[in-house]
């Protein structure tokens, strides 16, 4: 049967019950007449040792709440007793205290006791060999049997209980650090997702309520601008639902696409630039594209960023400039250059932005340990991302 709550381990009714079960055990040893142990010639009450024996019984009942205290009323109680003749109740339950003080009492207070009970040990063996020869050598064993075995046992479940405590904090510290990482990785791809929905999602409908704006606000457009309106629109639209479907089959888990069970990669790179320059050019900005040094294959990551910029950047001089814009792709031997320079339309009749594109860029170039600058120069915008390409060193 589980013993009730109030005698749980650590509980002030479990030193009251070992007070009382070690007084209960005392007074048994007391009925039987076991004291005095040393017979000192003078004649000395039975009843003297009660006391003793209670002063120790409570510096059991004290052990937890008050490890120093306890330690002083049984060492009190130890030496009456000692001096009345010694009861052995009183000095068997001052080995109980003895461990309880290291146990629960302070790191010094345990090393103090085992500073006194080896010296006590020295000396009892030292006075008993000086006064009663060989036989008086006892006298330092039965101080060691009842001061420093208590003691070293006490000091060995201590440590225990110290390194215990210690792998249980450390568990607890490794286990905090784990959330931490676990929500660190949460916050980055919930942000990677952000930029992704971002550059997939936004750019592509902005060319569509760029044009679905211009022929609604536009009057006296003949059918051949508004079909070439409408195919931007619909080309804008498809390649949109193209890019989410890869994402979303990135996304998925292996084995519920309903296919092979591989999904699909994004297959945007910056290889393929010209597709995107053709479609924003079929929007209604004029792009002039130069390219410096030798096209080579790229690291992924660079691949898929310095492709993502380029179609923001693109977007946003579709959005805010003034029809035309200058794209310059720069392969150097450490690194990819992009820049894009367009005129800014005055007046502020663009459509409205949130501004996360250019949080978007910010952070893919930093993820990669890049450069980038975006801002007025010359009297234009100016969008310059500098990604390494880990070659060169």
Same mark, same amino acid.
């Given at each position: 049967?589980?013993?009730?709550?109030?005698? !749980?381990?650590?509980?002030?009714?479990? !030193?009251?019950?070992?007070?009382?079960?070690?007084?209960?055990?005392?007074?048994?040893?007391?009925?039987?007449?076991?004291?005095?142990?040393?017979?000192?010639?003078?004649?000395?009450?039975?009843?003297? =040792?009660?006391?003793?024996?209670?002063?120790?019984?409570?510096?059991?009942?004290?052990?937890?709440?008050?490890?120093?205290? $306890?330690?002083?009323?049984?060492?009190?109680?130890?030496?009456?007793?000692?001096?009345?003749?010694?009861?052995?109740?009183?000095?068997?339950?001052?080995?109980?205290?003895?461990?309880?003080?290291?146990?629960?009492?302070?790191?010094?207070?345990?090393?103090?006791?085992?500073?006194?009970?080896?010296?006590? $040990?020295?000396?009892?063996?030292?006075?008993?060999?000086?006064?009663?020869?060989?036989?008086?050598?006892?006298?330092?064993?039965?101080?060691?049997?009842?001061?420093?075995?208590?003691?070293?046992?006490? &000091?060995?479940?201590?440590?225990?209980?110290?390194?215990?405590?210690?792998?249980?904090?450390?568990?607890?510290?490794?286990?905090?650090?784990?959330?931490? !990482?676990?929500?660190?990785?949460?916050?980055?791809?919930?942000?990677?997702?952000?930029?992704?929905?971002?550059?997939?999602?936004?750019?592509?409908?902005?060319?569509?309520?760029?044009?679905?704006? #211009?022929?609604?606000?536009?009057?006296?457009?003949?059918?051949?601008?508004?079909?070439?309106?409408?195919?931007?629109?619909?080309?804008?639209?498809?390649?949109?639902?193209?890019?989410?479907?890869?994402?979303?089959?990135?996304?998925?888990?292996? *084995?519920?696409?309903?296919?092979?069970?591989?999904?699909?990669?994004? %297959?945007?790179?910056?290889?393929?630039? !010209?597709?995107?320059?053709?479609?924003?050019? #079929?929007?209604?900005?004029?792009?002039?594209?130069?390219?410096?040094?030798?096209?080579?294959?790229?690291?992924?990551?660079?691949?898929?960023?310095?492709?993502? &910029?380029?179609?923001?950047?693109? %977007?946003?001089?579709?959005?805010?400039?003034?029809?035309?814009?200058?794209?310059? &792709?720069?392969?150097?031997?450490?690194?990819?250059?992009?820049?894009?320079?367009?005129?800014?339309?005055?007046?502020?009749? *663009?459509?409205?932005?949130?501004?996360?594109?250019?949080?978007?860029?910010?952070?893919?170039?930093?993820?990669?340990?890049?450069? =980038?600058?975006?801002?007025?120069?010359?009297?234009?915008?100016?969008?310059?991302?500098?990604?390494?390409?880990?070659?060169?060193?």
């Amino acid at each position: 049967m589980r013993p009730p709550p109030w005698l !749980d381990s650590g509980t002030l009714g479990r !030193d009251l019950v070992l007070a009382g079960a070690s007084l209960a055990g005392g007074l048994v040893l007391y009925a039987l007449g076991w004291q005095p142990q040393v017979r000192t010639g003078a004649d000395v009450p039975s009843a003297l =040792f009660l006391p003793p024996l209670l002063a120790v019984c409570v510096a059991v009942g004290l052990r937890r709440v008050a490890p120093r205290a $306890s330690l002083a009323v049984g060492t009190g109680a130890l030496v009456v007793d000692t001096v009345l003749g010694s009861s052995l109740g009183t000095v068997l339950i001052y080995t109980q205290v003895l461990y309880d003080a290291c146990v629960y009492g302070p790191p010094r207070l345990w090393r103090w006791l085992l500073r006194i009970i080896v010296a006590l $040990s020295l000396i009892g063996v030292v006075v008993g060999l000086l006064g009663y020869g060989r036989r008086g050598a006892a006298l330092g064993v039965l101080v060691v049997l009842v001061g420093l075995l208590p003691v070293l046992t006490g &000091i060995s479940v201590r440590q225990y209980r110290d390194q215990a405590a210690a792998e249980r904090a450390r568990a607890e510290q490794t286990a905090r650090l784990v959330e931490l !990482d676990r929500r660190q990785a949460v916050s980055a791809e919930r942000a990677r997702m952000a930029r992704e929905l971002h550059d997939v999602v936004a750019n592509h409908l902005s060319a569509v309520a760029i044009h679905a704006t #211009a022929v609604l606000s536009v009057a006296g457009l003949d059918r051949g601008q508004v079909e070439s309106a409408l195919r931007v629109i619909r080309e804008s639209s498809v390649q949109g639902l193209a890019e989410m479907r890869q994402m979303i089959e990135v996304l998925r888990e292996p *084995g519920t696409s309903g296919g092979s069970g591989t999904p699909e990669v994004v %297959t945007a790179r910056l290889a393929e630039a !010209d597709g995107l320059v053709e479609r924003v050019r #079929a929007a209604g900005l004029a792009v002039r594209v130069r390219t410096d040094g030798t096209p080579g294959a790229l690291p992924v990551g660079v691949d898929l960023a310095a492709y993502r &910029i380029v179609q923001e950047s693109l %977007t946003n001089a579709l959005k805010h400039g003034t029809g035309e814009a200058e794209l310059t &792709i720069a392969y150097r031997p450490a690194e990819v250059v992009l820049t894009l320079e367009n005129p800014v339309r005055r007046g502020g009749t *663009g459509l409205p932005g949130a501004g996360a594109g250019l949080i978007g860029m910010r952070e893919r170039a930093t993820l990669l340990s890049g450069r =980038f600058t975006a801002g007025p120069h010359d009297g234009r915008w100016q969008v310059r991302a500098a990604l390494p390409t880990g070659e060169g060193g």
